[in-house]
């Protein structure tokens, strides 16, 4: 994920002993590349990153409820992109960002909503 979005900020501290986890829509890929082929080794992520309930078990990618192990694949094991750090992703990006507060302005602003005063007639000038 973070390989496509370069907005991604990941969290890059040193990895404690918990496992990473991914949701079931992440699940099979690489943290770091997002390849599908040759899962090779777990990851390791952070103990902040682990810490609590708000962030116990949700995917180190998305955010979503964590329900597989998360794995490098093999060859970011041979370039060892797996001793960078924490690899979970700390922020959400723009486009998500986006969604969100346009999503928002148009449930809120009445757009398409029915609740003019006129009880539904509309007297406008042609």
């Known amino acids: 994920m973070a390989r496509h979005h370069p907005d991604l900020i990941m969290c890059r501290k040193q990895p ?11 699940d099979g890929k690489c943290v770091i590349c997002d ?3 040759k899962l090779h080794t777990k990851v390791n992520i952070c103990d902040e990153c682990s810490y609590g309930n708000t ?13 597989a192990d998360a794995y490098y694949c093999k060859s970011c094991v041979l370039q060892e992109k797996d001793r960078d ?6 922020n959400l990006s723009s486009a998500r960002m986006d969604y969100h507060f346009e999503h928002k302005k ?6 398409g909503s029915n609740s003019g ?3 539904g007639t509309s007297s406008s000038n042609i």
């Open 16 to 26: 404690g002993i918990t496992i990473g986890k991914l949701c079931k829509n992440c």
């Open 35 to 37: 390849s599908h082929i």
């Open 55 to 67: 962030l116990q078990n949700k995917c180190i990618i998305c955010g979503g409820k964590g329900i």
């Open 85 to 90: 750090g924490c690899p979970r992703i700390i």
């Open 106 to 111: 148009y449930n809120h602003s009445g757009i």
């Open 117 to 119: 005063g006129s009880g």
